[in-house]
């Protein structure tokens, strides 16, 4: 079956499609609900659940909204002091499911090569070290896994988390999948430099993958070394940490240390290779299962769909158990059609319900991405989590100067395939092709493929415009003033991040004198003329008759609004200065910085200068482009 996104949909699906800063285009959030569809099916979209009314997308929202939001708005640090229990690394509960479970490579070498009929190849890292040394740790991380925080002082600590010297307990494996990237299939892919140590079961019973970023070959390596660098090794471990401080689901990071080894590297690929520091992060997850590592299997013939089908009973026992207790009192029937009324009924195809809880968590995600201004960079389909996190930090990037054309990604320059509006659209695409992999599968039908595809658009609306009415304050949605200010920040390249923080400081006064209306965003409106000064001067005005209306005080909306607007975020620039010192051997930067985004919403005394706007220097390539070498 051909299974893919009507390119119609593609203008919907951007809530920000400002495609220039210059652009007039409206803003048309509202479109995506009625223009995205799939082919081959010729049948209306407007798929409705049977007991609701289709008007509300709220009131069809299902069971597995609460479920997802389970995972996505858990306090990760969060630990019971009574409770908390201190363990050694020797001391770790290891369970080593995947490998258990799922089928697994004859071989255990690390020549390159294509690995068939197998989920993992059984590798250990080979990282040559000398004198490794440990650069910052993650405490809330360490709560998760109830390690001991005197475990980072051991001498050998390095030693063991560079994986130079064997975990006890671990039974290392590198992951097989596949991937579109840039939009074409690749084929075989893989974990080329990452090798999962195994799982940690925590006494709640929480499973948590601990993985080597770095740790050598395997092989997925193809022509690669499996090394990492520390300058990349940072910015991975600084934004995992960093996103979840946020409240954005994201795999996290234990800790970053040197190898004390250089690492060859052409960061902008132009024939200039360099020595570099090598470095190793510790990536933390409950899985780092990826679209691609179903379509990997799916793309091999009949032979591999067993494996498909195995994988997705893998996933949903271990990591979407609520989806196996599901039964018809649930009532998660929907119609999909209004020629034939035919019923979607996610409670007699569990795998029905869990495409649609990925998709879900997947529009969530994105929704999120969009409201602090993050671009992921590479949104391949390897790089897509069934967890709905954010994985695989490369060349991402937030926004300074809003401009919805943004990419962080020199490789994505030409066509712009993952700039920041596009991130909507990207998010559905992905989705059809994990439906795809799943209908070959013959896990799914085409209708419940359908429904997935509309759960993904209505979720990203609610999202996104519950977050952008928290952002500006507003009691409701309001599509005219929403669109109106993003027109004008993309017209004067208004800062995104510092905007809205003062925002807040707009006071609800219908009264408030024409001369005084902007004082509160000086700040933020550089260097505006007269026209864009009036142009701005007429929104402000419409704002704060909007923002009258409520009930809300000025110190209430203000506090509820810096609750989701951060003050600090990790720029592109901040980054650099803190690789810059590391590269020399000065590590503190890298720990102001992590315990700086430990809280982005909170005033920081002291710690202004971290909220500025971008120096001259930041332009420069490599720091707010960059390529994917790492």
Known sequence: MLLRVCPSSFFYLRPLHLFSSSSKLPFRPSSLRREFRLIPSRSSSSFHRMESPPASSSSRTSETDSLAKDLQNQNLGAVDEAAKIKRKLEDFNWDHSFVKELPGDPRTDVISREVLHACYSKVSPSVPVDDPQLVAWSDSVAELLELDPKEFERPDFPLLLSGAKPLPGAMPYAQCYGGHQFGMWAGQLGDGRAITLGEVLNSKGERWELQLKGAGKTPYSRFADGLAVLRSSIREFLCSESMHFLGIPTTRALCLLTTGQDVTRDMFYDGNPK????????????????????????????????????????????????????????????????????????????????????????????????????????????????????????????????????????????????????????????????????????????????????????????????????????????????????????????????????????????????????????????????????????????????????????????????????????????????????????????????????????????????????????????????????
Request: net charge negative; with cysteine.
């Open 275 to 630: 020595e570099e520091p090598g470095a190793i992060v510790c990536r933390v997850s409950q899985s780092f299962l990826r679209f691609g590592s179903y379509q990997i299997h799916a793309s091999r013939g009949k032979e591999d769909l067993e494996i498909v089908r195995k994988l997705a009973d893998y996933a949903i026992k271990h990591h979407f158990p609520h989806i196996e207790s599901m039964n018809r009192s649930d009532s998660l029937s929907f119609k999909t059609g209004k020629e034939d009324d035919s019923i979607v009924d996610l409670t007699s195809n569990k795998y029905a319900a869990w495409v649609v809880e990925i998709a879900e968590r997947t529009a969530t995600l994105v929704a999120r991405w969009q409201g602090v201004g993050f671009t992921h960079g590479v949104l391949n389909t390897d790089n897509m989590s069934i967890l709905g996190q954010t994985i695989d930090y490369g060349p991402f990037g937030f926004l300074d100067a809003f401009d919805p054309s943004f990419t962080p990604n020199t490789t994505d320059l030409p066509g712009r395939r993952y700039c920041f509006a596009n991130q909507p659209d990207i998010g559905l695409w992905n989705i059809a092709q994990f439906a795809k992999t799943l209908t070959v599968a013959e896990l799914i039908n085409q209708k419940e493929a359908n429904y997935a595809m509309e759960r993904y658009g209505d979720k990203f609306m609610d999202e996104y415009q519950a977050i952008m009415s928290k952002k500006l304050g507003l009691s409701k949605y309001n599509k005219d003033i929403i669109s109106k200010l993003l027109n004008n920040m993309a017209v004067d390249k208004v800062d995104y991040t510092n905007f809205f923080r003062l925002l807040s400081n707009v006071k609800a006064n219908p009264n408030t004198p024409e001369d005084e209306l902007l004082k509160p965003l000086k700040a933020a409106l550089l260097d505006i003329g007269k026209e864009r000064k009036e142009a701005w001067i007429k929104w402000v005005q419409a704002y704060i008759q909007e923002v009258s209306g409520s009930d809300t005080s000025d110190e209430e909306r203000k506090a509820g609004m810096d609750s989701v607007n951060p003050k600090y975020i990790l720029r592109n620039y901040l980054c650099q200065s803190a690789i810059d010192a590391a590269e020399q051997g000065d590590f503190s930067e890298v720990n102001n910085l992590l315990r700086l985004m430990k809280n982005p919403y909170e005033d920081q005394p002291g710690m202004e200068k971290y909220a500025r706007l971008p120096p001259a220097w930041a332009y420069r390539p490599g720091v707010c482009m960059l390529s994917c070498s790492s």
